[in-house]
């Protein structure tokens, strides 16, 4: 049972513009989310976080948005730059019961960046 | 920042023989340990769980006596596929979880490609 959701498996945006992909989760014990970027044959790189009594984190050109209430995050990056692209993974955690120091993914978002 | 490191990052062996991975966290303590396995064009399933001096928490359908791991010290944590066959061939990624510039978050390696001839 997918916990952790990107249900779009891809985005392809114009250089300048805004990138916003997207992440649902669906287990309440979540309060700490991740985001990371992966190139091929590489580890993911940590990009931002946000815990759950935020509701944005800002970091340079990565904005993390979170909705507790829909259970929706969104990473904004703004502008959008060629070298972003790369698979974006979404990943939640919690401090209770078996999501204690787990990290769950979500399947990822390949993003394009064309010039 | 933080960094965790793989070694080796690419190793190619024989059916029926053993392989090391070492995952190091090298400026930070790290109080957990993650190794994950990727699947081309899927997201990272996670193999095993470890903490620092216990025996490691394995998901369900992962073979422990085939994965082996080890976490002897705070900064490093060993997996070793044992009688590696062809479809063990995946890239291995390990995370460590420790307290990094104030904050507790997860940081990933590099990874390492397994190819079983």
Known sequence: DQQVKQNS??????EGRISILNCDYTNSMFDYFLWY???????PTFLISISSI??????GRFTV????????????IVPSQPGDSAVYFCAASGIRGSTLGRLYFGRGTQLTVWP | GAVVSQHPSW????????????CRSLDFQATTMF?????PKQSLMLMATSNEGSKATYEQG?????FLINHASLTLSTLTVTSAHP????????SARGLAGGTYTQYFGPGTRLTVL
Do not use: M
């Open chain 2, 35 to 39: 190794w994950y396995r990727q699947f």
């Open chain 2, 11 to 22: 190793v190619i062996c024989k059916s029926g023989t053993s392989v090391k991975i070492e």
């Open chain 1, 9 to 14: 498996p891809s985005l392809s945006v114009q």
């Open chain 1, 54 to 59: 935020k509701d944005k984190n800002e970091d």
């Open chain 1, 65 to 76: 948005f979170l909705n507790k209430s829909a259970k929706h995050l969104s990473l904004h």
């Open chain 1, 37 to 43: 970027k992966k190139y091929p044959a590489e580890g």
């Open chain 2, 87 to 94: 479809e063990d061939s995946s890239f291995y990624i390990c």
């Open chain 2, 62 to 66: 992962v073979e422990k006596d085939k």
